[in-house]
T-cell receptor, first 115, second 112 residues
């Protein structure tokens, strides 16, 4: 019973390049959340998605950042034209459904370094 | 939106002593309060949670209390062990399926 999977675990990009982060939720989970953690700080919500739908993107910067969760395949967080301030750990979490008492389970994170 | 404050930011205790971490939240509509433990370089792991229809929940050496009137909740770890050393985050949401708003974390060090 695999947990939440994220890849790559580490990603190095130069300023101006694109970063693509992938998240595969736990089996049976249809809800995905992305959080960003800056060094020595807490986790900040970015976006909440269900299959083919963005439910809440209130924490995601309007420019350069986008997210999707297609019908087939993993959820993707895409950062275009990366800047040094994008360097952080990006965690995704999944839960089975919105109704009821469902915990969020976190993946191992992708550590993005922008040179 | 919701704002969660967490104290203290660092906590050092002797092995076997108790540790208490406190959080306050601002949105009275929040009703789900999980606690996560994060070891260095690892993912946050849920250790205990509480919902607004209960005031206290216990799981072995870990307990959480909730005061909805005062809008604060606390994590209690008894008989601390060196492997309890980690960063602990509290969080709040309006529903367990909604986004989590996290506190800033408490770095707990248990001295052997």
């Amino acid at each position: 019973n695999a947990g939440v999977m994220q890849n790559p675990r580490h990603l190095v990009r130069r300023r101006g390049q694109e970063a693509r982060l992938r998240c595969s939720p736990m089996k049976g989970h249809s809800h995905v959340y992305w959080y960003r953690q800056l060094p020595e700080e807490g986790l900040k919500f970015m976006v909440y998605l269900q299959k083919e739908n963005i439910i809440d993107e209130s924490g995601m910067p309007k420019e350069r950042f986008s997210a999707e969760f297609p019908k087939e395949g993993p959820s993707i967080l895409r950062i275009q034209q990366v800047v040094r301030g994008d360097s952080a750990a990006y965690f995704c979490a999944s839960s089975p459904s919105r109704q009821g008492n469902n915990e969020q389970f976190f993946g191992p994170g992708t550590r993005l370094t922008v040179l | 939106g919701e704002n969660v404050e967490q104290h203290p930011s660092t906590l050092s205790v002797q092995e076997g002593d108790s540790a208490v971490i406190k959080c306050t939240y601002s949105d009275s509509a929040s009703n789900y309060f999980p606690w996560y433990k994060q070891e260095l370089g690892k993912r946050p792991q849920l250790i205990i949670d509480i919902r607004s229809n209960v005031g206290e929940k216990k799981d072995q050496r870990i307990a959480v209390t909730l005061n909805k009137t005062a809008k604060h909740f606390s994590l209690h770890i008894t008989e601390t062990q060196p492997e309890d050393s980690a960063v602990y985050f509290c969080a709040a949401s309006k529903n367990s399926g909604d986004k989590l708003t996290f506190g800033t974390g408490t770095r707990l060090a248990v001295r052997p």
